[in-house]
Structures are given as structure tokens and as C-alpha cells.
């Protein structure tokens, strides 16, 4: 089901209604009715991968209590082994099968050797990578004694599968979400308010930035053999909007729905364009995934302790293996390797620190040096962005050398100028919105806070009457369904 | 918890207002360009408006034509006249069987055929239906129908155009307009036709592609045909012709064949008729003059010989 479709408009008023008016008397109730409504949820997409995170929950929950009772450091481990053999396998199966038996294949016949082996027609199963390092976290977790085993089954069913981040994150960790299901819930109208909010601010995101964006990107990206240099940039540019807009805004909804429940999630964006260097960036842009890698992968292998050799290493794998995780093509590892090497001079000159605090703290304008820095990340961020879109390396190459052409100075030309136009006017709206909002969770938390309710009533009103006024007819799918 | 429901129905009704009339405001002094989602031409392409305005004083006919552009730029009026069939074409651009359904129940009493020739097209059943939703809802007055037609479109651009539309007229904003018979290069013809200048095509390939039923297209082309049958009026499905690249582009065409075969008598006029795609047809899609001659000959002898 799609956050931004009539279904989900429906499901969410009966879900909730549900949630609070006929079993909000028992937690167990209310925790079963959430996975009832999650596995509806993912379900509307296909029910056939329902057993995927059935099968996952079940495994992680006796792994959880096995390793709760076990205190031989070897058997835990080993236990600690099948859940990551089981989860990742999966994973690799689905996502990572037909990308390795290729380049194995195309390896071979490097070397003059030419086998054969079939790829798979495998679907994708939405969400997956989502789920499964969820889930992972718990087993690691419990492996760590960070937390103690839930023998609540429900209640770890509810906490893998929650509909609102089940299928795009943000990837909670069991010692933040897990909690929240043992206690009685209680409807809070100021976050349930709150909640509404971050939903509308998720929608004008997705649909109104992401997706025009979208139109605009996809044309130049598929065309771009034939475009200028100029409208290379643009098409780069379009698509840093669009998935920024197309993610954040998922996040934001999920952030929001959760809170109509009574849930906090992890913040996941953290207005990642308005950063100073690229240290910045990844503090502030899907921070789910980022603090997992940190915790679960790069700390174990040394993290920035040792020496500058083990330093570099570190960083690279952290990066290239969460560009794999993003999509089984080179593009990903390629784009998650140039993300290293803009953040090796950082953390080369312990400079990776540095900005932690959001950019012009309290001040309307940022300064001179501060927009400047801001422009340099910026650009760097969507030359990356080039590879993360594209097909294939070779034409990600192509894009490349089309920008750094003599066309590179002529003045883009658009099928559709005033679509175009007016695009790049909802985007400029936007970034000034985000900008005055920056100090906040989501941009417009706080954005009439003060104001009298029928004024911020038609700023609400306004954001919706945009939607519908921009929205593009057809409805589009979230990007990050396919990773 | 009280205080939360009441203050989201109240928004819900206050954004709703506001929506419609912002919505209203925006649609009068924006230029389209900057309402990229409302859509609401009146006399625009086509001629839907002199069409439309026609038939409701053109009293009973012998045979009425529905279908897409491939219709009112295919069934020439005049030749039916000629042979004694009095006639209306009700065809208008990427008609599909939802706005098909709708003309039929403002006008099908009214127009009370012996016959009716529905012209059915692959891409009428693919479609969204959007295009020809909002020829409509500019074009004709609108009730129920339109609202009905709306929801199972659902689609924002018919929405929009929709609630501005039914606005304009509410508030009687609409002033009678006065097409003129002759846009660039058509000329509306009295009963629905439009002739186009003559011209002639020049074939190229066309990339192939498979022909999909949508479900709600399916039901209610299904519903129409029922009601042609409970009223008992004869229904012939006509595939017009086409330009050999254009019809040879659908990978399942005989498969399209076969499911129309399902409803009612049905004539692919492809398979049946030698054309030429230069000299018969003016673009991808629509025969020009001497083809439509040609087309309606061999219908009315269709016709004639049951």
C-alpha cells in the first residue's frame, strides 16, 4: 500500500479508529492489531512475501530467546551466526543472486573461460533490506546483552513488521521501538497533532517535490545522450530533489503515522542540502541506516581507532558496503566510494567533526564562508547523485563527459519550459520553507506555532490546495520501495 | 481524544472550502500554465462543444455513432444522409467506455437509434479515461453523472476540473459560445462529424506494444452493451481502420478480435477494407477524406445486406 494513494487514506482513519476507540483498553489487543493491520498493509503489494518477514520473526524471536538462556560465549555466537546466515541470505537471494552469478560470469570469461549459469527472474520483495537489518539489530542487540529477549511474540511481531516504516524505514533499533510495545499507550493530542503535521509536510514532499522533480530527472537521465551539458546539470539537480523528496517525505509520514499511534520513531533526515561538508551530510541524511553501518559494522571492524591505514579502510568498506545495500549494480558501489573519498580528507585532518551544530543556528542568513561550503557539499552530493541514477557505469561516464562540454554554457531548453518553471519555483518555495525550518525535526513544526489558528489553519489548507494544484497525475511509487 | 476528532473534521471542512475556493480563484485569473491540473476548455479541440450543443435539439435518429476520434473524424454525416440514414456522431477525442456511458444517459433516449455503431479501439480500453473526462465535463452541462464518472476516474485533474466547472456554472459564469465551424484545418459537419483539409500520411514504424483491458473500462463497455440489449436496439462493433503501422503495432490484436467477437456483431474493418497509408489516412491515426468515403461505403453496404 502507498502512502500516497486513496487506499491508504482509508486504511489509516479504520486502522486507527481501531486502534484507540475499540481495544485501546488492552495493549496485547492493540499490539496484535497492529500486525494484523501491518501484514494488511504490506500484504495490498503481495501477500506471498507476508511468509518472508513471518519467517524472519519467528527465527529472530527463538535466536532472542536461545541467546538469552545460552552463556557459552561459543554457542552464542554461533547462534548469533544463524540469524545473520538466515536474515542475509535471504537478502542475498533476492537482491544479490542475478548480480553475482553475472559478474562471476562475466569474470570467467575475462580470464577466457566462458560458463554458463542462469539468473533468476526474482522479484524483489518490497522492503526487504528495510526489514531484515531491523530485525538484525535485535539479535545483535540481545547477542550484546543491550537488551533483554522479548518473550512477547506479539509484541516482536509488531516491533519487525509496523506498518508505518516497514517497507522504507526509518530502521529502528530494537532498544527504541522494542520498548514501546510493553508499555500502555496513550493518546496524546499535541503529538497526535504533531503527528498530522509531519504527515502533510511527508506529502508535499513526496508528491508535490519528489515527483515533479521526478518527471524532469527521468527525462534527462533517459535521453541523455541528447541533452547539453546545461540540462545535465538540471536533470542531476531534479534528481537530488526527487529523492530527497521521495525519501524524506516517506519518513516523514512514517515518523507521523507512528505518532498517531502513540510511537516515536528515529528522526531519519535531518536537512541533509543545508550541510557544510560531507561528514555533515551523512550525520544528517538517512541516519537510520548511517548509525546502523556505524554500530554494527564499522565500530566492529576498529571504527577510527588505529592507525591511518585501518582508518581509510574502515571508512571505504562502510561506504562501498552501503552502497551495496542500496541496489546489487556497480553505480551503488561506485557512488558509496566517491561518498569515501570526499569524506577521507575530512577524517584524514580530524576535521570530520566539525559541524554538528545545524548551519546559522538562530540567525535568519547564514554568512559568506558558511553558503559557500554549502554550495561546494552540495555539488559534490549530486555529482555522486549521477551514479546513483544511472543505468549502468558506462552511462553514468556519458552523463559525465556530456556536462563537461562546450554545451555546458548553453541555456537549457525544456520540452515543457513552463512545467519546468514552475517546478523550480515549488522547489525554491520549498527550500525556503525547509530553511526556516531547519531548527526544527520536520520543516514546518514549528511554522505557526504562534500564529493565530485560522491563519495557520490556511497555511495547512495551502499546503494541501498545492498537492492537488501540482501533484502529477499519475501516482508514483516511492524510490526507496526498490532498494 | 474528542478534542482531536472534532478539530480534524473541522480542518477537514474548512480545508475543503478552501480548497474550493481558492481552487475557483486560481482557475479564473492563472494562466494555465500555473494550473497545471485543471483543465476546463470549453470549445476546445475537436468541436465537443457544437457537437454537444447539437444533439439535444436533433430529435430521433436511424443510426448513432460512439467512439473515439476515430469516430467523429470517420463517420461522414453527409454519406449517410445521401443513402437516407439519418444520423449523429457522439464520438469525441480518447472517448472511453466510462464517457461513453455518460453520453449514452444524457442523450441515448433523446437520440432513440434503430442502430448503434460503436467504434472500439485497443488504447479506448488502456486509457485512463482523463482526456475525454474533461472534453465533457468543459463541453456539456453537468449532473451526477459527471460526479460518478469522476470517482471512478479518480484522477486530480478531473476532480479539479470537475468542482471548477460545476462552480462556473452554479454561479452562471458560463456564457453560450458561439464555435466556429471551421478551426484551423476542421470543419464540424451537422450530426457530429468533423472533416479534416485534406491531407495524406506518411507512414513510419511504430513501436510495438500489447493491448491491456482495464478493469473498469471492461465493465462498463460489458454495461453498455446490456443496455443496448435491454432496450433492444442493434449494436455493431466497428475496428476503424487504421494506418498497417498503427494496427500492426498490437502484439495481441487478435486476441482484442476475439473479446469484442464476445459482445455483439463485430466488424475489423482493418482486415476487411484495402487502404492505402498515404493516400488514405492524414496522420497515425485518422483517414482523411477520400478514406472516410470509402470506409462509410462499405459500412452502409454492410449495413444494407443484413
Known amino acids: ?483 | 481524544m474528542k478534542r482531536f476528532i472534532l478539530n480534524t473534521v473541522l480542518f477537514l471542512l474548512f480545508a475543503s472550502i478552501f480548497y474550493i475556493v481558492v481552487l475557483n480563484l486560481w482557475g479564473y485569473y492563472l494562466p494555465q500554465s500555473l494550473k497545471p491540473n485543471i483543465n476546463y476548455r470549453i470549445g476546445s479541440y475537436g468541436h465537443m462543444y457544437s457537437r454537444l450543443s447539437e444533439v439535444k435539439n436533433y430529435g430521433e435518429v436511424d443510426i448513432l455513432f460512439l467512439g473515439s476520434s476515430h469516430t467523429y473524424r470517420g463517420f461522414d454525416t453527409r454519406i449517410f444522409a445521401e443513402k437516407g440514414y439519418k444520423t449523429f456522431n457522439l464520438g469525441s477525442s480518447s472517448q472511453t467506455p466510462i464517457q461513453t456511458k455518460v453520453l449514452l444517459h444524457r442523450y441515448l433516449d433523446r437520440l432513440n437509434p434503430k442502430l448503434v455503431i460503436f467504434e472500439v479501439y485497443p488504447e479506448a480500453f488502456s486509457l485512463d479515461g482523463v482526456e475525454a473526462s474533461l472534453d465533457i465535463i468543459a463541453n456539456d452541462k453537468n449532473d451526477f453523472q459527471s460526479i460518478k464518472m469522476a470517482f471512478i476516474i479518480n484522477n486530480v485533474k478531473t476532480y479539479n476540473t470537475l468542482i471548477y466547472g460545476l462552480t462556473r456554472e452554479l454561479l452562471g459564469l458560463n456564457s453560450p459560445l458561439i464555435e466556429d465551424t471551421i478551426k484551423r484545418a476542421d470543419k464540424y459537419v451537422s450530426g457530429g462529424f468533423v472533416e479534416r483539409e485534406m491531407g495524406f500520411y506518411q507512414p513510419e514504424k511504430i513501436e510495438e506494444k500489447e493491448i491491456v483491458f482495464q478493469d473498469y473500462q471492461l465493465k462498463a463497455f460489458s454495461e453498455i452493451v446490456e443496455k443496448f440489449e435491454e432496450k433492444g436496439i442493434e449494436l455493431i462493433l466497428v475496428y476503424a481502420p487504421i494506418p498497417r503501422p498503427t494496427y500492426e503495432r498490437y502484439t495481441n490484436a487478435k486476441y482484442f478480435d476475439s473479446v469484442m467477437q464476445g459482445y455483439a456483431t463485430y466488424y475489423n474493418f482493418n482486415e476487411m477494407i484495402s487502404l492505402n497509408d498515404s493516400l488514405h489516412f492524414y496522420d497515425s491515426h485518422h483517414l482523411n477524406q477520400n478514406g472516410v468515403e470509402i470506409f462509410n461505403e462499405k459500412i452502409i453496404e454492410l449495413i444494407e445486406s443484413r
Not at chain 1, 175 to 199: C, E, H
Not at chain 1, 446 to 473: C, D, N, Q, S, V
Open chain 1, 1 to 483: 500500500m502507498l502512502f500516497n494513494s486513496i487506499d491508504f487514506a482509508i486504511f489509516l482513519p479504520i486502522v486507527f479508529i481501531l486502534y484507540w476507540f475499540v481495544i485501546n483498553k488492552n495493549l496485547k489487543l492493540q499490539n496484535a492489531m497492529l500486525v494484523v493491520a501491518s501484514y494488511v498493509f504490506y500484504g495490498w503489494w503481495d501477500w506471498r512475501f507476508l511468509s518472508l518477514i513471518t519467517f524472519s520473526i519467528v527465527v529472530d524471536y527463538f535466536m532472542g530467546l536461545l541467546l538469552g538462556k545460552e552463556e557459552n560465549k561459543k554457542k552464542r555466537k554461533l547462534l548469533l551466526w544463524v540469524s545473520i546466515f538466515v536474515n542475509l541470505g535471504f537478502l542475498g537471494f533476492f537482491k544479490y543472486y542475478n548480480f553475482f552469478v553475472d559478474n562471476f560470469v562475466a569474470a570467467f570469461s575475462f580470464f577466457g573461460q566462458d560458463i554458463k549459469a542462469n539468473t533468476l527472474n526474482i522479484i524483489l520483495p518490497v522492503g526487504i533490506s528495510f526489514y531484515t537489518f531491523q530485525t538484525l539489530s535485535y539479535t545483535i542487540d540481545v547477542y550484546r546483552r543491550k537488551i533483554e529477549p522479548t518473550k512477547d511474540f506479539i509484541a516482536f511481531a509488531a516491533f519487525v513488521s509496523f506498518f508505518p516504516q516497514l517497507v522504507a524505514g526509518p530502521i529502528e533499533r530494537a532498544t527504541n521501538l522494542l520498548p514501546q510495545f510493553y508499555k500502555k499507550r496513550f493518546f496524546n493530542y499535541s503529538k497526535a497533532v504533531d503527528g498530522m503535521r509531519q504527515i502533510l509536510w511527508g506529502l508535499f514532499k513526496k508528491i508535490i517535490i519528489a515527483d515533479n522533480c521526478a518527471e524532469f530527472a527521468n527525462q534527462i537521465f533517459n535521453n541523455s545522450a541528447n541533452m547539453s551539458g546545461s540540462m545535465l546539470v538540471l536533470g542531476a539537480v531534479f534528481f537530488a530533489f526527487q529523492i530527497y523528496g521521495d525519501f524524506s517525505g516517506y519518513s516523514d509520514i512514517a515518523i507521523g503515522t507512528a505518532r498517531l499511534f502513540g510511537f516515536n520513531l528515529m528522526q531519519n533526515f535531518n536537512f541533509p542540502y543545508f550541510s557544510r561538508d560531507i561528514a555533515e551530510f551523512w550525520r544528517r541524511w538517512h541516519i537510520s541506516l548511517s548509525t546502523w553501518f556505524r554500530d554494527y559494522l564499522y565500530i566492529p571492524l576498529g571504527g577510527s581507532r588505529g592507525g591511518t591505514l585501518m582508518k581509510v579502510r574502515n571508512t571505504f568498506i562502510i561506504f562501498i558496503v552501503s552502497g551495496f545495500w542500496h541496489g546489487a549494480n556497480w553505480t551503488f558501489i561506485i557512488w558509496g566510494a566517491l561518498n569515501a573519498i570526499y569524506f577521507l580528507p575530512l577524517l584524514l585532518t580530524k576535521t570530520n567533526r566539525t559541524n554538528l551544530e545545524i548551519v546559522a543556528k538562530g540567525k535568519i542568513f547564514p554568512s559568506l564562508k558558511e553558503t559557500l561550503f554549502m554550495l561546494i557539499t552540495f555539488g559534490l552530493t549530486v555529482f555522486a547523485w549521477i551514479f546513483f541514477r544511472a543505468e549502468n557505469i558506462e552511462h553514468a561516464i556519458s552523463y559525465i563527459s556530456g556536462i563537461f562540454s562546450s554545451s555546458f554554457f548553453t541555456i537549457p531548453k525544456f520540452e515543457e519550459t513552463a512545467r519546468a518553471i514552475t517546478t523550480m519555483i515549488l522547489v525554491v518555495i520549498f527550500i525556503l520553507i525547509e530553511w526556516s525550518g531547519r531548527e526544527g525535526q520536520y520543516a514546518i513544526e514549528h511554522i505557526g506555532e504562534k500564529w493565530y489558528r485560522p491563519l495557520r489553519w490556511i497555511f495547512y489548507a495551502t499546503i494541501i490546495f498545492l498537492i492537488g494544484m501540482f501533484m502529477p497525475t499519475s501516482e508514483s511509487p516511492f524510490i526507496y520501495f526498490q532498494f
